[in-house]
């Protein structure tokens, strides 16, 4: 017997050694470790359904695909535009970024932040999820970013606040020193409106303001509490006067070399997600108006048609280069823009 095995001892040993097998697969290293940038606080829906998000993708592709989240761009030098070049060179895998910086390489992605086009959420999921979507993914391909569809999360209607004053028609906006990030159908809408522009990344917002660098800026109620700008202002203006969101977008390359699989748990998921959040941010941003107004911001009612009035030309710049195709498909949901 000292030179044989005998079948049970066998047995036993093929089980054990299959054990072994089993739990090294489960914890073997993930085929693909990927990292996901964003900029808003870890404490906002954004960060919290994406990271919900990876963890269902890891688990269907049981570990293969493993994607770090991080948020505030993992406080990188030169916030959103610095990440979305490290996307776009591979250095990046993933990153939520909204229309008007990716404008900056595709332009026709400026049509999501066009002011006054997209006057509820409403609109803009039917135009995003559907043929107008369709036409920005295959524009951002052709510059080598992958948006994935259905994968724009919400941020909101943007209002305006202000240190200094309420803004109730488009002349309280002359000589205004209004913060903008670095995008430019930003920069142009608030000079066509006749402010003192300050371009300043959302990772420098709170400094710029606190600062007096500038007086104002515009984002929604929700982002407006993430980001405590109570502290450093007083005014709330309601215009609604331009919607934002953000566009999951990853590398053309990286996107190709994911397995089929992959791809759609990745889409799969994302398209759940971002109903989620879209429905998570929406209610917050309708919760936090009360709570900035205990917090001690005055708010006040906007006449917005000034504000168009003044923007007739800066709408025949950005039709031309939007292109005709694009805002075609943005009017037949929006309906006839000045």
Request: charged share 25%; proline share 4%; hydrophobic share 40%.
């Amino acid at each position: 017997m000292s030179g044989r095995v005998g079948r049970r001892h066998f047995a036993l040993g093929l089980m054990a050694a299959g054990g072994v097998m089993l739990a090294s697969r489960g914890t073997r290293a993930a085929d693909f470790p990927l990292r996901q940038f964003h900029n808003q606080p870890v404490e906002s829906p954004l960060h919290k359904r994406l990271v919900e998000m990876w963890a269902a993708v890891k688990a269907e592709t049981r570990g293969r695909v493993d994607v770090q989240t991080f948020a505030e761009n993992d406080h990188i030098p030169g916030g959103d535009p610095a990440a979305l070049k490290m996307l776009v060179s591979g250095e990046l895998d993933f990153f939520t970024l909204n229309g008007g910086v990716i404008g900056t390489i595709v332009p026709a992605m400026n049509v999501q932040n066009l002011p006054f086009s997209f006057r509820t959420q409403g609109q803009v999921y039917d135009a995003m999820d559907g043929d107008l979507g369709d036409y920005l993914r295959g524009e951002m391909r052709s510059k080598g970013i992958y948006g994935v569809p259905r994968g724009c999360f919400e941020n909101g209607l943007h209002q305006i606040t202000c240190a200094t004053r309420p803004i109730r028609t488009a002349d309280d906006l002359q000589g205004l020193k209004m913060r903008s990030p670095a995008a430019p159908i930003y920069i142009d809408a608030w000079k066509t409106l006749g402010t003192e522009v300050v371009v300043a990344n959302l990772d420098k917002l709170y400094e710029t303001l606190k600062s007096g660098a500038a007086e104002a800026q515009a984002d929604p109620f929700a982002l407006i509490e993430l980001l405590k700008l109570y502290e450093v202002q007083k005014y709330v203006s309601v215009t609604n006067h331009t919607w934002s969101g953000f566009n999951l977008i990853t590398n053309v390359k990286l996107w190709q070399r994911l397995p089929a699989s992959a791809q759609e748990a990745i889409e799969r998921n994302v398209a759940k997600f971002a109903r989620l959040q879209r429905a998570d941010n929406d209610a917050l941003n309708t919760e936090a108006r009360g709570r900035l107004a205990q917090r001690g911001m005055t708010f006040n009612e906007t006449e917005t048609s000034s504000f168009r009035a003044k923007l007739k030309p800066f709408y025949a710049r950005w039709r031309e280069t939007l292109g005709q195709r694009c805002w075609t498909l943005l009017e037949a949901h929006v309906g006839k823009l000045a």
